[in-house]
């Protein structure tokens, strides 16, 4: 064969784009009450608990139970994503980015979805007649400091007894945490010889998704501040996501632009804790 045979050598190009490892789902948005919102602002009424009356006498009067009546409010943000795809660089590519590009876009608004969520477990709730009153975490009762530890076997049973105390229901309970959480510290701290212990291994290998009657949901997305990942459990109604417009997307030339084409994608949504009683903080320290 010729030496010069290199010449006719040639590189190989695809013809698609691979996008990249990214979260493309939202994983907390399943786990939390789903209400549609109209206008900028969501008002959703509530009534609280009521002791019966026992009666005492024949004939007695009816006693009237004046039921607490609690409204919160969830208030909607705006999220956009646009790129362009000039023509002429279409041209110059072997493969059309348009649908890389639009599932990017989805994606980031999927994430968008946990951070508003996240964000929502301890900020500061409104609701009252007009959204004036505010409600805060409660970090006396329903926060579980790290301890320089990590989510131990004693967090989670924690976490339980605090939602069983405040009479919480005990369907669609959750616990978000990170990777670590799952695979570092409750194998770590779980004897190999307990029943537990399997029931752990099955939770990193992905073959089961609850653990004393949580469902645990892996996120990358919880905060970490000086070394402790701040997770959370929950009981599904007692977080909200209000969704004004859920994800839309166009793909669509731009005259201003000189007719580029334009990756669009947004939606408007927020997120709000409906009661304080069924949220606990779990802090989680990473080495």
């Not at 009356?53 to 409204?71: C, Y």
């Not at 073959?207 to 970490?224: A, P, V």
């Not at 793909?251 to 804790?273: E, F, H, L």
Request: proline share 2%.
């Amino acid at each position: 064969m010729s030496f010069q045979i290199t010449t006719a050598m040639q590189d190989q190009f695809k013809a698609a784009f691979q996008v990249l490892m990214q979260q493309t789902e939202s994983r907390l948005a399943s786990a939390v009450r789903n209400e549609p919102v109209d206008g900028k602002r969501g008002f959703f009424d509530q009534i609280s608990a009521t002791a019966a009356v026992q009666r005492v006498s024949r004939h007695a009067d009816t006693p009237l139970i004046s039921t607490p009546h609690l409204r919160r409010m969830v208030q909607t943000s705006d999220y956009d994503w646009a790129d362009l795809i000039d023509n002429f660089d279409k041209l110059k590519t072997v493969a059309d980015p348009q649908a890389a590009y639009l599932k990017n876009a989805v994606s980031a608004m999927q994430r968008a979805k946990d951070d508003a969520i996240i964000a929502a477990f301890v900020a500061t709730a409104y609701g009252g007649v007009d959204g004036t009153t505010t409600y805060t975490f409660d970090t006396t009762n329903k926060q579980i400091v790290h301890g320089s530890t990590g989510l131990t076997l004693a967090k989670v049973l924690s976490a339980k007894q605090k939602l069983d105390a405040d009479e919480v229901s005990e369907e669609g309970r959750f616990i978000v945490c990170g990777s670590k959480q799952i695979n570092n510290d409750l194998l770590n701290t779980t004897e190999i010889k307990s029943s537990d212990y399997n029931t752990v291994k099955a939770l990193a290998r992905g073959e089961i998704d609850t653990f004393l009657g949580f469902k645990f949901i892996r996120s990358e997305r919880l905060t970490l501040t000086s070394s402790v990942r701040y997770c959370y459990a929950w009981q599904r109604d007692t977080m909200l996501l209000g969704v004004g417009t859920d994800i839309v997307t166009d793909i669509a030339p731009r005259k201003d632009k000189n007719n580029a084409i334009q990756v669009y994608a947004g939606m408007s949504i927020g997120a709000t804790r409906m009661d304080e009683d069924g949220i606990v903080q779990i802090q989680a320290y990473e080495a």
